[in-house]
Nanobody, 124 residues
Framework: QVQLVESGGGLVQAGGSLRLSCAAS????????MGWFRQAPGKEREFVAA????????STSNSMNGRFTISRDNAKNTVYLQMNSLKPEDTAVYYC?????????????????WGQGTQVTVSS
């Protein structure tokens, strides 16, 4: 059974940083692309960042303005999202996902497995 468990969320003041982790079990993710998405209350789920299976290619939403960085440690079966200069509008539930393909996608429909999400709240 595939499980993705996100951690690292919480409450942070505007301008602060958080590092989210997503640990996978039941699947060896080293050959698969992984992504981060987020969903704020009353809004649709949106793309945040994605990384290819080998970690050589990444994509981050332009709306993050270079504040977020995705990385992965295939030896640990884990993907990370470093979030800096957080803003109140970054408040959302953040989800990680696995796509059973080496190439990443910016579209949630292309992902096959999802975690339960971790809440990130940024106070002003």
């Amino acid at each position: 059974q595939v499980q993705l468990v996100e951690s690292g969320g919480g409450l942070v003041q505007a301008g602060g940083s958080l590092r989210l982790s997503c640990a996978a079990s039941g699947i060896t993710v080293s050959v698969y692309a992984m992504g981060w998405f987020r969903q704020a209350p009353g809004k649709e789920r949106e793309f945040v960042a994605a990384i290819s299976g080998d970690g050589r290619a990444t994509s981050t939403s332009n709306s993050m303005n270079g504040r977020f960085t995705i990385s992965r440690d295939n030896a640990k079966n884990t993907v990370y999202l470093q979030m800096n200069s957080l803003k109140p509008e970054d408040t959302a539930v953040y989800y990680c996902a696995v796509r059973r393909s080496a190439g990443y996608s910016r579209y949630s429909i292309d992902y096959d497995y999802w975690g339960q999400g971790t809440q990130v709240t940024v106070s002003s």
